[in-house]
């Protein structure tokens, strides 16, 4: 299972750091990843670990957020940086082995 946790109201340009613990070990997990789905939106890929380290980011968030693992602590994260409004929306993490793993969202409002 993963949860995902850590969001909340933020202003524009503000900082969050979102968290996706995982019930086993994430080493196993070929890929991680942030989602998010915006009200009326499209649920889109945020950002992208594989897991020799390698990292990819939707153009909209690249150089503002950082996909990063701690393996000890079976938890990926998010660092989202100069946040804007239109990066309001309900944030997912997601793994994938031979299955996939879907956690539970966390909403990230971003207003003044």
């Known amino acids: 299972q993963l949860q995902a946790f850590g969001g909340g109201l933020v202003q524009p340009g503000g900082s969050l750091r979102l968290s996706c613990a995982a019930s086993g070990s994430i080493s196993s997990f070929n890929v991680m990843a942030w989602y998010r789905q915006a009200p009326g939106k499209q649920r889109e890929l945020v950002a992208a670990?594989?897991?020799?380290?390698?990292?990819n980011y939707a153009d909209s968030v690249k150089g503002r957020f950082t996909i990063s693992r701690d393996n000890a602590k079976n938890t990926v994260y998010l660092q989202m940086n100069s946040l804007k409004p239109e990066d309001t929306a309900v944030y997912y993490c997601w793994a994938t082995t031979v299955d996939e793993y879907w956690g539970h969202g966390t909403l990230v409002t971003v207003s003044s």
């Open positions: 670990m594989v897991s020799g380290g390698v990292t």
